[in-house]
């Protein structure tokens, strides 16, 4: 942060003139956060400091930080007079950008009216959409400002907008117990036919409807509302499936006596919990269960991520509800749900009780599914040593393979339960048994960094270089978790340290990925090859380079690392570092004689790499260098392709100042017209329009810009090309023109807008008004 941006946040007038009076070479900069000056001081509510540093040049538009423009900053903190000192400078009043897209949002989310009614006046779009809630109104009804939300819809606010969080603004207020609005927005209507109607049923957001919105929240009242004005009382969809499901799960009880009065359907199927029995069984809810199991719930329904209630319930232990649902005659060995059944469920929770109380009831100690495959890996995992105990006593297998783990000795390992470990293991447990996400039990404890298990194992006979699992060994498993101590005792005890396999091929490579510096010293003290081939990033340097551990690329190339190995998905360590922008180790790459043309992996080359992804310094540094600015390759053909596709307008100017040929041809998209109008970046399709590229250049998947645009709804984009001159009626590419391009992804807009735009006959002389209807 600048002198000038920190004493603009603070509002410190005379140091503020002092630093112009120098020049304020930092008006229009940004500083760490993205935020200039003029933004710091409009959010904090210094008008002053913004005056003086709006006569003095700062742009009153500017974008960036979280508000977005200093106008959003000031509407959102209710600094009226600086809002209107903005305005009056030319702030853009339907700016968009930042946490709430728009300055009037802001202020209606913030209970500003009176910013509200000034943004109006001076032309805010009332139904502007974007940001965190859609719209205004929205944004004022799930805060409860009724008298914003009364000014909004009095000014053509649209009640039953669609977006945001909440999807509307019935659903917002609904969530959040406001009544009045709640009132306030039914008034104006129930249905689609009435001209401001809010749709009581109006679907989307995370609870899909407002009456389960309200259901979820408590609000009785709402639902009682909701529900005389219509509401759908078995309507599905949203994160609990229905309004019976979120009343029962969050026990509501005069709410879910409400629904079922109204005819809620008690086994009604849908949401994360399946019914609504299943959703209250995993709470305490007797009550609620006792009456969903008069109306007629079923004991048995299948359904939901527990699969039925008797899961539901044992996994969240709750025993009355176990015992009302066995004596009601559920199936104790139903199948299903994340736990298979339902005493998986409770000896994962460690119930010693219901699992007791199952076992008595029939339940099959050995039965298998679920993701821990059986009761006592699961019992194992969550380190519940009596319900372990007690499935070894009743006749459990101790090394029954299945579920996440395999068996039950990796995931006590995993778990880090040590004296399960060392039960199991006297019980007979399989030391090298494989299967499982780890391969085998010494490789899951080795990647959770528990060395007293660890050494137990080893000292029980496990074979330290046994190969699987996602580590593909133990030694690369430590290495990649950043154990260094478990890394040294697997060296002392044998483990092969050059061993290839696993996701990252090798330990070196595991630890120079994950920035543990302390290992890949002790790696390569015990002898790690340092330039071994294999795994997603093909080598150690490549690994640290993408990850942006610049200790780890100096120590690797100190230590004879092969600075233009090839391979892997980036092709390259510059490659991996110029494409996640790390300035310090480009920089040091290049010093060690990286070869800055190198072709391969994904992006072709480095400078391509950093083009795509914006890097505007890594850019100038590989230009600096003697990169060719029209070397072709991969994908995106050049970088001035790459570029145009990612969206960077500066990079693309300094490319076409450095000679970058504006119609080259080859890649993916053809030409850097193509990639920018298929990726939707118009001021890109300006400037290089502007500077001379060919508007109906042939080539690239869809043959030219026009289709490209035209396939991906870009409206502005396509009028841009048209009033360029592009052949509305070329030929070519994948949809074969524009026309049918626009028709077959069904942007409306750009079919009437192509054929408005000229006529062709056909072979049998008729003629389309507009572009060829071409079959």
């Known amino acids: 942060m600048t002198a000038l941006h920190l004493a603009s946040f603070n509002g410190h007038e005379r140091e503020v003139e002092f630093l112009l009076s120098l020049g304020g070479k930092d008006i229009n900069s940004t500083d760490s956060t993205g935020t200039y000056p003029i933004i710091s001081a409009s959010q904090n509510g210094y008008e002053k400091v913004v005056q003086s540093l709006q006569e003095k040049g700062a742009d009153v538009n500017?974008?960036?930080?979280?508000?977005?423009?200093?106008?959003?900053?000031?509407?959102?903190?209710?600094?009226?007079?600086?809002?209107?000192?903005?305005?009056?400078?030319?702030?853009?009043?339907?700016?968009?950008?930042?946490?709430?897209?728009?300055?009037?949002?802001?202020?209606?989310?913030?209970?500003?009216?009176?910013?509200?009614?000034?943004?109006?006046?001076?032309?805010?779009?009332?139904?502007?959409?974007?940001?965190?809630?859609?719209?205004?109104?929205?944004?004022?009804?799930?805060?409860?400002?009724?008298?914003?939300?009364?000014?909004?819809?009095?000014?053509?606010?649209?009640?039953?907008?669609?977006?945001?969080?909440?999807?509307?603004?019935?659903?917002?207020?609904?969530?959040?117990?406001?009544?009045?609005?709640?009132?306030?927005?039914?008034?104006?209507?129930?249905?689609?036919?009435?001209?401001?109607?809010?749709?009581?049923?109006?679907?989307?957001?995370?609870?899909?409807?407002?009456?389960?919105?309200?259901?979820?929240?408590?609000?009785?009242?709402?639902?009682?509302?909701?529900?005389?004005?219509?509401?759908?009382?078995?309507?599905?969809?949203g994160e609990y499936g229905n309004a019976l499901q979120a009343a029962s799960l969050r026990g509501y009880n005069k709410i879910v006596q409400l629904l079922l009065e109204k005819g809620a359907r008690v086994n009604k199927q849908d949401g994360h919990f399946g019914i609504a029995f299943q959703a209250t069984s995993t709470?305490?809810?007797?009550?609620?269960?006792?009456?969903?199991?008069?109306?007629?719930?079923?004991?048995?329904?299948?359904?939901?991520?527990?699969?039925?209630?008797?899961?539901?319930?044992?996994?969240?232990?709750?025993?009355?509800?176990?015992?009302?649902?066995?004596?009601?005659?559920?199936?104790?060995?139903?199948?299903?749900?994340?736990?298979g059944n339902a005493f998986q469920a409770a000896s994962f929770g460690g119930y010693d009780k219901i699992v007791q109380l199952l076992f008595e009831k029939g339940a099959g100690i050995n039965v298998q599914g679920g993701y821990f495959g059986n009761a006592l890996q699961a019992a194992s995992y969550g380190g519940h040593d009596k319900i372990v105990q007690l499935l070894l006593e009743k006749g459990a297998r101790l090394n029954k393979q299945g579920g996440f783990y395999a068996t039950a000795l990796q995931a006590a390992s995993y778990g880090g339960h040590d004296e399960i470990v060392q039960f199991l293991l006297e019980k007979g447990a399989e030391i090298n048994a494989q299967g499982g996400e780890y391969g085998n039990a010494l490789q899951a404890a080795s990647s959770r960094g528990h060395d007293k298990i660890v050494q137990l194992l080893l000292e029980k006979g496990a074979e330290i270089n046994t190969q699987g699992g996602e580590y593909g060994n133990a030694l690369q498993a430590a290495s990649s978790r950043g154990h260094d101590k478990i890394v040294q005792l697997l060296l002392e005890k044998g483990a092969e340290i050059n061993t290839q396999g696993g996701q990252y091929g090798n330990a070196l490579q595991a630890a120079s990925y994950r920035g543990h510096d302390t290992i890949v010293q002790l790696l390569l003290e015990n002898g790690a090859e340092i330039n071994t081939r294999g795994g997603h990033h093909e080598s150690a340097l490549q690994a640290a380079s993408y990850r942006g551990h610049d200790k780890i690329v100096q120590l690797l190339l100190e230590k004879g690392a092969e600075?233009?190995?090839?391979?892997?998905?980036?092709?390259?360590?510059?490659?991996?570092?110029?494409?996640?922008?790390?300035?310090?180790?480009?920089?040091?790459?290049?010093?060690?004689?990286?070869?800055?043309?190198?072709?391969?992996?994904?992006?072709?080359?480095?400078?391509?790499?950093?083009?795509?992804?914006?890097?505007?310094?890594?850019?100038?540094?590989?230009?600096?260098?003697?990169?060719?600015?029209?070397?072709?390759?991969?994908?995106?053909?050049?970088?001035?392709?790459?570029?145009?596709?990612?969206?960077?307008?500066?990079?693309?100017?300094?490319?076409?100042?450095?000679?970058?040929?504006?119609?080259?041809?080859?890649?993916?998209?053809?030409?850097?017209?193509?990639a920018a109008s298929l990726e939707g970046h118009d001021k890109i399709v300006q400037l290089l329009l502007e500077k001379g590229a060919e508007v109906n250049a042939q080539g690239g998947e869809y043959g030219n810009a026009l289709q490209a645009a035209s396939s991906r709804g870009h409206d502005k984009i396509v009028q841009l090309l048209l009033e360029k001159g592009a052949e509305v009626n070329a030929q070519g590419g994948w949809y074969e023109n524009a026309l049918q391009a626009a028709s077959y992804r069904g942007h409306d807009k750009i079919v009437q807008l192509l054929l408005e735009k000229g006529t062709q006959g056909g072979e049998d002389g008729n003629t389309v008004q507009g572009a060829s209807l071409v079959e």
């Open 62 to 237: 500017a974008q960036g930080g979280l508000y977005g423009n200093a106008l959003q900053a000031a509407s959102s903190r209710g600094h009226d007079k600086i809002v209107q000192l903005l305005l009056e400078k030319g702030a853009e009043v339907n700016a968009q950008g930042g946490w709430y897209e728009n300055a009037l949002q802001a202020a209606s989310s913030r209970g500003h009216d009176k910013i509200v009614q000034l943004l109006l006046e001076k032309g805010a779009e009332v139904n502007a959409q974007g940001g965190h809630y859609g719209n205004a109104l929205q944004s004022a009804s799930l805060e409860g400002h009724d008298k914003i939300v009364q000014l909004l819809l009095e000014k053509g606010a649209q009640v039953n907008a669609q977006g945001g969080r909440y999807e509307n603004a019935l659903q917002a207020a609904s969530s959040r117990g406001h009544d009045k609005i709640v009132q306030l927005l039914l008034e104006k209507g129930a249905e689609l036919l009435l001209e401001k109607g809010a749709q009581v049923n109006a679907q989307g957001g995370r609870y899909e409807n407002a009456l389960q919105a309200a259901s979820s929240r408590g609000h009785d009242k709402i639902v009682q509302l909701l529900l005389e004005k219509g509401a759908e009382v078995n309507a599905q969809g």
């Open 563 to 674: 600075i233009n190995a090839q391979g892997g998905f980036y092709g390259s360590a510059l490659q991996a570092a110029s494409l996640e922008g790390h300035n310090k180790i480009v920089e040091l790459l290049l010093e060690k004689g990286a070869q800055i043309s190198a072709q391969g992996g994904f992006y072709g080359n480095a400078f391509q790499a950093a083009s795509y992804r914006g890097h505007d310094k890594i850019v100038q540094l590989l230009l600096e260098k003697g990169v060719d600015v029209n070397a072709q390759s991969a994908s995106f053909g050049n970088a001035l392709q790459a570029a145009s596709a990612g969206g960077n307008v500066t990079i693309v100017q300094s490319l076409l100042r450095k000679g970058a040929q504006i119609n080259a041809r080859g890649g993916d998209y053809g030409s850097a017209l193509q």
């Open 283 to 339: 709470g305490r809810y007797d009550e609620i269960a006792q009456l969903l199991l008069e109306k007629g719930a079923g004991r048995n329904v299948r359904g939901g991520s527990f699969g039925n209630a008797l899961q539901a319930a044992s996994y969240g232990g709750h025993d009355g509800i176990v015992q009302l649902l066995l004596e009601k005659g559920a199936r104790v060995n139903k199948q299903g749900g994340h736990f």
